[in-house]
Structure formats: C-alpha cells, structure tokens
C-alpha cells in the first residue's frame, strides 16, 4: 500500500476509536452511530474515487435518514432517504457503465452549465429557508445550506462531473459548522462531529485524486 492509503487506515482505525468513546460517554444509542461505523469504509473508498463507495452510500443512506428523523433534522433526513438513497444506487450503475479502472470517466461543466446551476441552487435556498421552519426544523440555515449543496453534490457525481469534488470540500466544511453549533443542546453529536473531521480529511484526498485521474484520462484520449 502507499503512504497515503497506510495515512486513511490509520485513521479510520483512530476514528472508529474515538467515536466508539465518545458513544459510550454520552450513551449515545448504538443505532443512532451505527451509519457512522459504515461510513468509515465509505469514506476511504470515497478519497480513492472508487464506484462503490455510491453502492454501500446508498444503503446506508436509510440508516442515516433515521438518525436525523430521530434529531429533528428534516432536512436531513428528506435529503438522505429520497435523494441520497436512489441517486447514489444510480451513480453506481452509471459509474459501472463507464468504468476507469476502480472509478470513472470523468468530465466537466462548462461556463453556461455552472450559471445555471448556480440559479437553479439560490432559488432552491431561498425555498427552503421558507418551508423548513414551518415544520418546525431546527438549525435552519445550515440544514438548509449543507442538504442543499449535498444534493447538487449527488447529481453531479452521477454524471461523473469532476466539479463535485470541489463543492464536497465546501460541503464538509458546512457540515462541521453545523454539528459544532449542535453540540452545547446535543453533546452527543460528538460522534458526528468526530467522523466529520474524518470525512473532510477524505474529502481533500478525494479532490486531489479525481484531478489526477481527470488529468490522465485526458491523456489518453488525446493520445
């Protein structure tokens, strides 16, 4: 294995340790980690740019929908059973079809394609800052903001734009913002917030990989 890939192991060792005490501390419902422990796998297959990190994504997508359920973050939780599930079992199928190596042929947006995007993204925002708080969700503005991106995130990782990358790095960042603000009325966020700064970590690996492997794919179609 490489330094990098040695780095990722020991850290999803670390966190697994760190989130495994700090559910014990807080006694935190083993059911309410328990997506946590998946996602430790995920991420690493994530920093790889690896297909099935979509596939094992989408099942645990459900796991996740019920924690969020269970913390009254709708947002969250609409995102992660509606959109994250079968878009994700998507990107799978589609990433399989054009397959490269472990991951995909990757591509990227054009100018008019990103204006419009960023459009369809504010009127989006806006709309959820005005339904969210009518059924009673809490922490609205950053709910809003991370699903939201989350969303875009999916759709253009499906499409294998390389773009997605990017925005996962914004995104991680949102959602570290979000458990910090959650933690003096839900301490037990903790573990959330533990396995967030282990994603980021994965994220910035993720971004760096898919640049390299756009750049070589690049090559070989102009060769």
């Given at each position: 294995m490489s330094k990098r890939d040695i780095f990722i192991f020991v850290l999803?060792?670390?966190?697994?340790?760190?989130?495994?005490?700090?559910g014990?501390?807080?006694?935190?419902?083993?059911?309410?980690?328990?997506?946590?422990?998946?996602?430790?796998?995920?991420g690493m297959l994530q920093s790889r740019v690896n297909r099935?990190?979509?596939l094992?994504?989408?099942?645990?997508?459900?796991?996740?929908?019920a924690v969020y359920v269970y913390y009254n973050l709708y947002g969250s939780a609409f995102s992660a059973i509606l959109f994250s599930c079968p878009i994700q079992l998507l990107?799978?199928?589609?990433?399989?079809?054009?397959?490269?190596?472990?991951?995909?042929k990757l591509r990227k947006l054009s100018g008019k394609q990103r204006l419009?995007?960023?459009?369809?993204?504010?009127?989006?925002?806006?709309?959820?800052?005005i339904i969210l708080p009518l059924i009673g969700s809490q922490y609205v503005f950053l709910d809003s903001l991370t699903n939201l991106l989350g969303i875009l995130i999916y759709f253009l990782t499906m499409f294998?734009?390389?773009?997605?990358?990017f925005l996962m790095i914004i995104n991680g960042i949102i959602g570290i913002s979000l458990y910090i603000t959650m933690l003096p009325e839900t301490p037990e966020m903790t573990t959330y917030l533990i396995f967030s700064v282990y994603s980021f970590i994965c994220i910035v690996f993720a971004f760096l990989k898919a640049?390299?492997?756009?750049?070589?794919?690049q090559s070989e179609v102009g060769k």
């Open positions: 999803m060792g670390c966190t697994a340790v760190l989130i495994t005490a700090a014990i501390y807080f006694k935190q419902d083993f059911l309410n980690i328990l997506p946590l422990y998946i996602s430790l796998i995920i099935y990190a979509s094992m994504g989408s099942i645990n997508s459900l796991l996740y929908g990107t799978f199928i589609r990433w399989n079809k054009n397959k490269w190596e472990h991951s995909t419009l995007i960023m459009a369809g993204f504010v009127a989006a925002l806006v709309a959820m800052w294998a734009y390389v773009e997605y990358t640049r390299k492997l756009y750049d070589s794919q």
